[in-house]
């Protein structure tokens, strides 16, 4: 199984895991042009694309639905949960919806995807665990905080891409109005540095290979700043759990990595 985040930030949000020959997206939070060139430089197009996984309705993760509908009509299979219907239905009005509900385990050609609840603040967010070739993957962006539940889908990954969205005194210090740094910091926003680590610190097992920093704030966090932090837990870790550590990037996409 393999991963490729197209683009990851506060203003767009887009990833491609691929098994054999399924390939499936994950949001599809930045233009379509952008989107194909990504694709084309992990040799694909959106002809090969399975289907979309949602997340969630919010724009940095469905704006490029709308021009993918219409360049494939009802060919662009979307997985959801049901209560994103109108929202998608206006989007993307020619494809085709499935709905999808946490804890319920589906598949998509080689790939078994379970998805799970998250906390933030949308309708009905979720994360994913997507499983090929004897791979497990977690997918956790916009959450901004974890559950039992959550944790226990996350247990056994060999890769975890994972939101690091913001280094706490740069929040505080950011000048944004007291309600916006309220929210993102709240129980329904982000993950911090520290969040991010802690999530991973409860999930980690020795088969743990790879960690994808994803979702950084362009204006309240750095890579420097949250590979700092991250790595200050992975060297806590019990064992021989020494996942590699990888950032993804607002602007340009992280290409292929073998999970």
Not at 111 to 119: E, G, M, V
Request: aromatic share 6%; charged share 20%.
């Amino acid at each position: 199984m393999r991963l490729s985040v197209l683009a990851s930030s506060s203003s767009g949000n887009a990833s491609v895991v691929s098994s054999g020959d399924t390939h499936v997206l994950v949001d599809a939070g930045i233009s379509t042009r952008r989107i194909c060139s990504c694709l084309e430089q992990c040799g694909l197009s959106l002809n090969d694309i399975s289907g979309v996984l949602i997340t969630h309705e919010h724009v940095d993760h469905v704006c490029g639905l709308g021009t993918m509908a219409k360049k494939l009509g009802g060919k662009l299979r979307l997985y959801c949960s049901r209560y994103l219907r109108e929202d998608l239905c206006a989007r993307a009005p020619a494809a085709s919806l499935s709905y999808i509900e946490p804890g319920s385990t589906f598949s998509i050609g080689e790939l078994n995807i379970t998805p799970f609840s998250i906390n933030h603040d949308a309708c009905d967010p979720m994360g994913f665990v997507i499983e090929g070739g004897n791979v497990r993957l977690g997918y956790v962006t916009d959450t901004g905080s974890t559950t039992d539940k959550m944790l226990f889908a996350l247990r056994g990954l060999h890769a975890l891409l994972v939101e690091s969205n913001y280094d706490e005194t740069m929040l505080e210090e950011s000048g944004r109005p007291p309600h916006l740094i309220e929210r993102i910091s709240g129980s329904f926003g982000h993950l911090s540095n520290v969040q991010a680590g802690e999530l991973v610190q409860a999930v980690a097992q020795e088969n743990l290979r790879h960690i994808f920093l994803a979702h950084m704030s362009s204006e309240c966090n750095t890579p420097d700043k949250a590979t700092a932090s991250m790595r200050g837990f992975i060297d806590r870790l019990p064992g021989n759990c020494r996942p590699r550590l990888h950032l993804t990037h607002r602007d340009s996409m992280l290409p292929w990595i073998e999970l």
